[in-house]
């Protein structure tokens, strides 16, 4: 997507945490977005975060963002091997249309 | 119902045949955005309608692309005369609102193969 960067690959071992990151150049969007893809699936929203808070705490899921430097991330605590998936993250911006990030192919490791 | 379904779920087209892919959004939902994924995870917005006007069209190929959404019938994405390179997955996604702050839900995608 244009102007929202994601490292491609990210490989962990069952049980740990992962971190996925993302950087965005565009600082109005009201909310940024995480959204799940599985093999052949469509994307699944897991968790968003209003642009005036900092961090979000969903189960599993932690979300922090740092505006001053236009970066988001996704902590996954206790990874399983079913959070094996592509990640991308979503910005909005101003008007109707997305911008997804490249994604983050996660692979857990049993 | 709540989930966006697409139909069909995978497509094969001969290069210059054309293809047509249908979307219904979730009742209730008055916005219907259509995304081309390829092969290497990119998404690239195509259009976006509001109930059955066309609300953004900016990333639509005119010459080969178009989009309907009519009332009380399934949104359609018609491309004429399908290259190779239309290959991908096609994305639909609705939305309650038009603004980014609602999240959309994506249906599962059309897979479009041309030959």
């Known amino acids: 997507g244009e102007d929202v960067e994601q490292s491609l690959f990210l490989s962990v071992r069952e049980g740990d945490s992962s971190v996925i990151n993302c950087t965005y150049t565009?600082?109005?969007?009201?909310?940024l977005y995480w959204y799940k893809q599985e093999p052949g699936a469509g994307l699944q929203l897991l968790t968003y975060?209003?642009?005036?808070?900092d961090m979000k705490q969903d189960q599993r899921l932690t979300v922090l963002l740092n505006k001053k430097d236009k970066h988001l991330s996704l902590r996954i605590a206790d990874t399983q091997t079913g959070d094996s998936a592509i990640y991308f993250c979503?910005?909005?911006?101003?008007?109707?249309?997305?911008?997804f990030g490249t994604g983050t192919s996660l692979t857990v490791i049993p | 119902g709540e989930e966006v379904a697409q139909t069909p779920k995978h497509l094969v087209r001969g290069e210059g045949q054309k293809a047509k892919l249908y979307c219904a959004p979730i009742?209730?939902?008055?916005?219907v955005f259509w995304y081309q994924q390829v092969l290497k995870n990119e998404f690239k917005f195509l259009i976006s309608?509001?109930?059955?006007?066309?609300?953004?069209e900016t990333g639509m190929p005119k010459e080969r692309f178009s989009a309907k959404c009519l009332p009380n019938s399934p949104c359609s994405l018609e491309i004429q005369a399908t290259k190779l390179e239309d290959s991908a997955v096609y994305f639909c996604?609705?939305?309650?609102?038009?603004?980014?702050?609602?999240?959309?839900?994506f249906g599962s995608g059309t897979r479009l193969t041309v030959v």
């Open positions: 996604a609705s939305s309650q609102g038009g603004s980014g702050i609602y999240g959309y839900t």
């Open positions: 565009d600082s109005s969007s009201t909310y």
């Open positions: 975060i209003f642009s005036n808070m």
């Open positions: 979503a910005d909005p911006r101003t008007g109707n249309q997305f911008y």
């Open positions: 009742k209730g939902h008055s916005y």
């Open positions: 309608f509001q109930n059955e006007n066309v609300f953004d």
